[in-house]
């Protein structure tokens, strides 16, 4: 064919396309969409095998995704919504005002509720299910720094006193005080999840809705409507934890779960993508990882001239100017958007010659528009099959004016003067007259009026107020028969780790009657190497679409065996993601009246160290249960080296005030914690969690001695006397694997004169915070008897010097040592650990036998209790190279 002069192959295109166009509006004025889908698909696959490959983009037009002509109309009374958004708006504003005019620097934030108030009105008004209409509550995630537009709702539907508002970030003083972000543990008839550390609400709230799935499939739960939303902030998006676990809703297909993101644009410095746009970029990652994506951008004044866009012109401006630029429109005059925004072509410039620059600057965004947001979560709560992301445009600091919208010191505006004061009030009509708009005074209508009795209505109809947080599961009666006795009589000859009766007892646990329902295994893909994989086909790995394969191992007794209603949440390599699966499962007391009993086991090292705020959140939340850290200790694994060993998590799960961590050494006290800590979580109902590790070092577990079960709670009873050989008293501690070096210290001691005690000390986080309850009460009551910590009492009365060993930070055994009441020395595994052996692991660290032995008679020495040359020929006999390198430094 001869080439065609340029002007004919642009004419010819021209043609073309109108041909194809008019084609497929042929089959969509057919009305089977489903048809045109299919048709656009084929077109695709022929492309791809004629060798095309179209560029690929997973976003959309830069526009709304519900068409006008989907909407319906909003309910209710819009009028009214609007007042009495704007007095939530107000007294937020105003609690953060005053509270920083009276203490300079306490802190707040205005400008993110400014943003979102919309967001949350239409939720309030519309759609958030409370807990006291009989039907499941909403589980609500609210934006962290939002939390004064909460606050400020709860005071106007009677819930908190003027007090409590001027009480904001002031939580100490009488009265009681509103913590600065959602605090279960502060505030826990209010608030359920904390979120304001970044990434953890939208990460938490996939597995809660997955966890609600769980409880469903499991028969733990009547399925119902009950929804989980997430509000998060664009800027909040770039913690990877926000993002992480996506993947997972989709797959899952969490339809109940809608996370609702607002997209201001900006974050606390500044714009979140100066040069991008953070809507399409979130569009995209969302998409593509099998998400219902709901844009809403544009308020209703766009709808007419989208309407009038027939070239597409104005859908392309759109979609071309970046964030940054979109930000300074904020800031800018209708004159300027008029130049900057349509002035980019005549034809735009045209479309609107019929708004005054006013109007122009008038043009709402979708987030701030009820009917657009209504719109939005009626379609994200009907949606099935995939969870909804809703990507909501606003104005950071949205009527702040001068002294804050979408400026980019926004997010730390704290104070606003009179004159800004005074714009806010006239912008949202608050009827506060001048002569008392300086002082920034709270307001709440009458009783009688409409807005409230609106407000009230609504919320009765929806279920009453939220947040709130109760606590309404059923008690136990805990009889856990036959469970727990068998591990006191010890293994006699046989070997074992404390690992391998941890799921032993688990197993057992899962049978029980009452509670084996409850419990609830977690394990980030590590159930093989704790030994756990019998409970694969004993309970089954929970799938919510069961088996679609036979297992490889279908022919062996302990398959790989996946079902809905499988018991075991096999997570994957995900230790944040199984620690939210814990927090859900953890709180289900609180939130679903279900007690389920989390027991997540994980490589030690990569709990408190890796994710310790997760943590952080789970002692916040109230969560009961077990944390589990496998494999533990510094010498006790062999051979995985310095990333795996661990010798921190005790001293770190110190800092969690509710986390009761314990490094039991035998079977008879892991069961005794276990039970114990059942007993009080779920019988008495305390706020605390438990951290226990466990081992993979197989030795022959002893029955338990009489009358010690105090002291494993306590953290240290006396495992077992000295003989009669020796003369020279000594006191000796061990803990976890490290134990069993001291109990054999103890008959290497007998060949030197030395007659020790041994004692176990199964938590030193427990005896440091009961000898500094003690000390604090002696200390306050200077004229009454004194109280004796447990670890005094424990050894102040005894002979000799104290020698304590751990597998852990000498940090651990020194805590306590200024409460021994006598000269004590700690050895422990400070330093990097080593691909090596246990027996040269424990050289190393100087915490085997031999060294627990060598610093026993070296510490008698110096108490000239032992004279040089016993120690001395100790040395030699024990080979102890004095000159060895010191382990911290290398
Ligand atoms: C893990 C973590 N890092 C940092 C912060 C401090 N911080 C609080 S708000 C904020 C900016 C939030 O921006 P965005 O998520 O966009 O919320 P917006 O206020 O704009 O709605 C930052 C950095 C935090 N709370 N948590
Ligand atoms: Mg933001």
Redesign the pocket.
């Given at each position: 064919m001869k080439n065609l002069a340029p002007i004919d192959a642009a004419a010819l295109e021209a043609v073309e396309t109108r041909e194809w166009l008019e084609s497929l509006d042929y089959v969509v004025a057919q009305g089977d969409k489903a048809r045109v889908a299919r048709l656009l698909d084929a077109l695709q696959a022929r492309a791809r095998l004629s060798g095309l490959r179209p560029q690929y983009s997973a976003s959309t037009p830069y526009i709304n995704t519900i068409a006008p002509h989907e909407q319906v109309a909003m309910p209710g009374d819009g009028a009214l919504e609007r007042r009495i958004k704007s007095l939530v708006r107000w007294n937020a504003l105003a609690m953060v005002v005053r509270a920083n005019r009276e203490s300079d620097g306490i802190g707040g934030?205005i400008?993110?509720y400014a943003?979102?108030a919309t967001l949350y009105e239409v939720g309030f008004n519309h759609f958030f299910r409370g807990k006291d209409g009989g039907a499941d509550a909403d589980v609500i995630f609210y934006?962290?720094?939002a939390s004064p537009g909460i606050y400020s709702r709860a005071f106007l539907e009677g819930r908190f006193t003027e007090e409590h508002l001027r009480n904001f970030r002031h939580e100490l003083r009488d009265g009681g005080g509103l913590s600065s972000y959602p605090h279960p543990w502060l505030m826990p008839d209010f608030w359920e999840y904390p979120t304001?550390?970044?990434?953890i609400g939208p990460l938490t709230s996939i597995y809660q809705a997955r966890f609600i799935k769980y409880l469903h499939n499991r028969g733990l739960k009547t399925p119902s409507e009950q929804k989980v939303w997430a509000f998060?902030?664009?800027?909040?998006t770039d913690?990877p934890e926000s993002l992480g676990a996506i993947s997972l809703a989709a797959r899952e297909r969490l339809d109940n779960l809608i996370f609702v993101i607002?997209c201001?644009l900006?974050?606390?410095d500044g714009p979140?993508r100066g040069n991008g746009q953070i809507v399409q970029e979130l569009e995209s990652v969302f998409r593509g990882a099998g998400w219902n994506v709901i844009k809403c951008l544009w308020g209703s004044e766009w709808d007419d001239l989208l309407a009038r866009d027939s070239e597409g012109l104005l859908v392309k401006r759109m979609g071309e100017v970046v964030d940054g630029e979109y930000q300074r429109y904020i800031t800018e005059d209708g004159a300027y958007l008029r130049k900057h925004f349509w002035g980019t072509d005549p034809r735009l410039l045209e479309m609107v010659r019929h708004l005054s620059d006013d109007e122009l600057k008038k043009l709402r965004l979708g987030g701030h528009d009820p009917v657009k947001v209504y719109n939005a979560y009626r379609m994200a709560t009907t949606h099935q099959g995939q969870p909804t992301v809703i990507l909501a445009r606003t104005i950071?600091g949205y009527g702040m004016g001068e002294a804050g919208e979408g400026k980019n010191i926004t997010?730390q505006q704290k104070k606003m003067n009179e004159a800004d004061l005074r714009h806010f009030r006239d912008r949202f009509g608050i009827p506060i007259p001048d002569d008392r708009i300086a002082d920034a005074p709270f307001f709440r209508p009458d009783e009688a009026s409409p807005e409230m009795k609106y407000m009230r209505d609504r919320r009765a109809v929806l279920g009453g107020s939220v947040p709130k947080r109760t606590v309404a599961a059923p008690k136990l009666t805990l009889e856990m028969k036959d469970v727990f006795e068998e591990f006191a009589a010890g293994t006699g000859e046989r070997k074992a780790s404390t690992t391998m009766v941890f799921v032993k007892l688990l197993a057992k646990l899962l049978r029980d009657k009452e509670i084996g329902k409850l419990c609830v295994p977690i394990v980030p893909d590590e159930a093989r190497t704790f030994g756990m994989e019998s409970l694969f086909r004993a309970v089954g790995i929970y799938s919510s679409i069961g088996q679609l394969y036979e297992p490889v191992d279908m022919d062996t007794l302990l398959y790989y065996k996946e079902a809905k209603d499988g018991q075991i949440l096999e997570e994957g390599i995900t230790e944040a993601g199984s620690l939210s699966s814990f927090i859900a499962a953890g709180t289900a007391y609180a939130t679903h009246s279900v007690n389920t009993i989390p027991f997540f086991i994980y490589y030690s090292m990569f709990g408190f160290q890796r994710v310790g705020d997760f943590i952080w959140a789970a002692a916040d939340s109230r969560c009961r249960g077990f944390l589990l850290g496998g494999t533990a200790g510094r010498t006790t694994l062999a051979g995985e080296g310095l990333q795996h060993q661990d010798g921190n998590s005790h001293t770190l799960a110190l800092s969690v005030p509710n986390c009761k961590a314990y490094d039991p050494a035998y079977a008879f006290e892991l069961a005794a914690i276990i039970k114990d800590g059942i007993k009080r979580m779920y019988g008495d109902g305390e706020s605390v969690f438990y951290y226990l590790t466990v081992m993979n070092e197989q030795y022959e577990m002893p029955p338990m001695p009489k009358g010690v079960e105090d002291g494993i709670i306590k953290g240290l009873y006396k495992f077992r006397d000295a003989t009669s050989k020796g003369k020279i008293p000594a006191q000796l501690i061990g803990s976890g694997a490290i134990l069993n070096e001291v109990v054999k210290a103890q008959a290497m001691l007998e060949n030197y004169g030395v007659a020790a005690d041994v004692w176990s000390a199964t938590s030193y986080n427990e005896l440091y915070r009961d000898a500094h309850r003690a000390d604090r009460w002696n200390l306050l009551h200077p004229t009454e008897k004194p109280r004796v910590p447990h670890v005094t009492s424990c050894l102040s009365g005894t002979a000799g010097p104290v020698i304590a060993a751990s597998d852990y930070l000498r940090s651990q055994p020194d805590m306590v040592s200024r409460w021994v009441g006598k000269p004590m020395v700690t050895l422990g595994t400070d330093g990097f650990g080593r691909s090596e052996d246990r027996q040269s692991l424990r050289n190393f660290f100087e915490v085997d036998a031999r060294h627990v032995a060598a610093a026993t008679l070296s510490v008698l020495h110096r108490e000239k209790q032992v004279d040089a040359k016993v120690v001395k020929q100790a040395f030699k006999d024990l080979q102890i190279d004095p000159e060895k390198a010191d382990p911290t430094l290398v």
């Open positions: 934030h400008s993110t943003s979102a934006q962290g720094h304001v550390s970044m990434g998060l902030g664009d800027g909040e913690e607002n201001n900006q974050r606390l979140v950071k997010h």
